[in-house]
Nanobody
Framework: QVQLVESGGGLVQAGGSLRLSCTAS????????MGWYRQAPGAQRELVAS???????SYADSVKGRFTISRDNAKRTAYLQMNSLKPEDTAVYYC?????????WGPGTQVTVSS
């Protein structure tokens, strides 16, 4: 079993920054992917950023150049640094961890960007 706990969401003005954290506990294998999805009201969940445990990262086109994912594998923690936030970034952000073909999810954290 894998448990994920997120923190760092909140309310910020457009142009501001937030940093999300996600810490995993339970049985974690060395080869895994951690990342973030988001879901805005009335929209489908979309992949924002992901990172292999070996440090290769990928991003949605909508956040490239603004968001940066990083990991501290010793702490089993992933971070999402979000800069130059826009109102359209408003969503619930969900951390996930994928290993052995299965996904585990965090409960989500709300990010609200005001214009």
């Amino acid at each position: 079993q894998v448990q994920l706990v997120e923190s760092g969401g909140g309310l910020v003005q457009a142009g501001g920054s937030l940093r999300l954290s996600c810490t995993a506990s339970g049985i974690i294998f060395s080869n895994n992917v951690m990342g973030w999805y988001r879901q805005a009201p009335g929209a489908q969940r979309e992949l924002v950023a992901s990172m292999l445990s070996g440090s290769r990262a990928s991003y949605a086109d909508s956040v490239k150049g603004r968001f940066t994912i990083s990991r501290d594998n010793a702490k089993r923690t992933a971070y999402l640094q979000m800069n130059s936030l826009k109102p359209e970034d408003t969503a619930v952000y969900y951390c996930y961890l994928q290993q052995l073909g299965r996904n585990s999810w965090g409960p989500g954290t709300q990010v609200t960007v005001s214009s």
